[in-house]
């Protein structure tokens, strides 16, 4: 069964600096796709940034991105130049596919926390 | 252009009752999947919605039950509510790919 570990239930990080959010993997499907989400205090599960298996390069959106390591089954979620506003919970999720259809398999969330 | 739209945002129900959520999906998408997030948890898998049958379902009971009208909106239903079901109810729609999320329902049962 496909499984997201998210071993870090929260972080500290200081407003302008630069953060990672862990997340490893597990899965024996050769085709799978990985996402972050944001959800603020608001419950609003706000997308980030999706990695794709087979893609060459490491996922980049604004200050956000991947740093995807196949071999490690990991996948975790750099946020640069830290904002106040960032300050939410954030998962990291798998695509698990079944026959025509797919689901979301979520970790259990980090709290980041951005001090001024 | 809207995005997912869930209603109500906040109800509060009675042990044994029943409840009716509803979703509108972003334009443009077919499937509608429902997520279940315990507090302090990630959200759970319930069930996704296609050409308005259920095409997935989790690991939930059958007092879990949904519907897809043909403008692709939704409904999640729960029978018999249980203290247990107090939740945040997520709806995600997509096309392929990517889900995007409403901004839930927050179920209390008491």
């Known amino acids: 069964a496909q499984k997201i570990t998210q071993t870090q239930p929260g972080m500290f990080v200081q407003e302008k600096e630069a953060v990672t959010l862990d997340c490893t993997y597990d899965?024996?499907?050769?085709?799978?796709?990985l996402f972050w989400y944001k959800q603020p205090s608001s419950g609003e599960m706000i997308f980030l940034i999706y990695?794709?298996?087979?893609?060459?390069q490491n996922a980049t959106e604004g200050r956000y991105s991947l740093n995807f390591q196949k071999a490690r089954k990991s996948a975790n979620l750099v946020i640069s130049a830290s904002q106040l506003g960032d300050s939410a919970m954030y998962f990291c999720a798998m695509r698990e596919i079944m026959d025509s259809s797919y689901k979301l398999i979520f970790g259990s969330g980090t709290r980041l926390l951005v001090r001024p | 252009d809207a995005g997912v739209t869930q209603s109500p945002t906040h109800l509060i129900k009675t042990r044994g009752q029943q409840v009716t959520l509803r979703c509108s999906p972003k334009s443009g998408h077919d499937t509608v999947s429902w997520y279940q997030q315990a507090l302090g948890q990630g959200p759970q898998f319930i069930f996704q919605y296609y050409e308005e049958e259920e095409r997935q379902r989790g690991n939930f009971p059958d007092r879990f039950s949904g519907h897809q009208f043909p403008n692709y909106s939704s409904e999640l239903n729960v029978n018999a509510l249980l203290l247990g079901d107090s939740a945040l109810y997520l709806c995600?729609?997509?096309?392929?790919?990517?889900?995007?999320f409403g901004q839930g329902t927050r179920l209390t049962v008491v």
């Open positions: 995600a729609s997509s096309p392929t790919g990517a889900a995007f």
């Open positions: 990695q794709g298996s087979y893609d060459q």
């Open positions: 899965t024996s499907d050769p085709s799978y796709g």
